[in-house]
């Protein structure tokens, strides 16, 4: 068959599989330094939650731009140079399934929970719309070397307050299977809309919101290889597990 015209590529992106660079067992020695850029993980997906070298703040990636919030409760864009030690990753393709309407966060998370239907996948949560309150917080970690363990890093939480704020919580489920290599349970991060204010979720209020999401059929698992000091660790499961039960929830 002969082509008079150029044949076009349409290149499309994997919306079923999230990406996941490093694990938070990982990080519970202290192994924080930065084994991928942010540049590269964008590779992987448009939308996301992560945190960079040292533990220094918490990530969200939204329409393909990485946003910062540190301890001091500042925002910025991060470069693509950066480096994280730990991101979750994908490209967006949810779907709207719920108006929410005066939750507090338990009856917030029980009503994603139900609205997915099932404990034994992973899926990406994103809610957008106003808050009368939402409580974050950001954990001050070093720059550079040598690194404190993660219970020693979080307990520098800086913890912040807003309300009646208008913005996107967003993150992702993740099956208790899969503890260590995760936080079982939900990892949420928020990000205002005026890009004033966020953090990692520790409370939320909802106003009036609309629930999104996109439900993952593959887990793909990024390891830092070339890392030395992750090569060499000797892992202590039991801890392990109760060290990221306490600096994230």
């Known amino acids: 068959m002969n082509f008079t015209q150029r044949e076009c590529v349409i290149l499309t992106h994997d919306t ?5 660079h490093g694990t938070l067992a990982l990080l519970v020695p202290g192994l924080l330094a930065g084994t991928q850029t942010v540049g590269e993980l964008m590779h992987h997906g448009d939308t996301g939650i992560g945190t960079l070298t040292g533990l220094n703040g ?4 939204r329409a393909g731009h990485v946003y910062q919030v540190n301890a001091d409760g500042a925002v910025r864009e991060v470069d693509a140079d950066e480096r994280v030690p730990f ?3 994908h490209f ?5 399934v719920a108006t929410l309407t005066g939750l507090d966060y338990a009856a917030l998370c029980d009503q994603i929970a139900a609205a997915v239907g099932t404990q034994n996948i992973f899926y990406a949560v994103r809610l957008v719309g106003t808050f009368a309150h939402v409580q974050t917080r950001a954990v001050r970690g070093r720059t550079t070397p040598p690194f404190a ?3 020693a890093t979080a307990a520098t939480q800086s913890i912040f307050n807003a309300e009646h ?17 995760t936080s079982p349970g939900f990892h949420l991060h928020f990000l205002s809309a005026d890009r004033q204010f966020g953090g990692h979720v520790l409370d939320a209020q909802v106003g009036n919101a609309t ?3 996109q439900e993952f059929s593959d887990f793909q698992l990024h390891l830092p290889t070339t890392d030395a000091s992750f090569r060499q660790e000797q892992f202590d499961t039991a ?7 306490q600096a994230e929830h």
């Open 16 to 20: 079923q599989t999230l990406y996941q």
């Open 87 to 89: 991101a979750n990753v």
């Open 92 to 96: 967006q393709d949810d779907h709207q």
């Open 239 to 245: 801890q392990v597990l109760r060290d990221i039960n």
């Open 211 to 213: 629930l999104f999401i």
């Open 165 to 181: 704020v208008e913005g996107t919580l967003s993150g992702y489920y993740s099956p208790a299977l899969y503890g260590g290599a």
């Open 149 to 151: 363990t993660l219970a």
């Open 58 to 61: 918490e990530l969200i990636m």
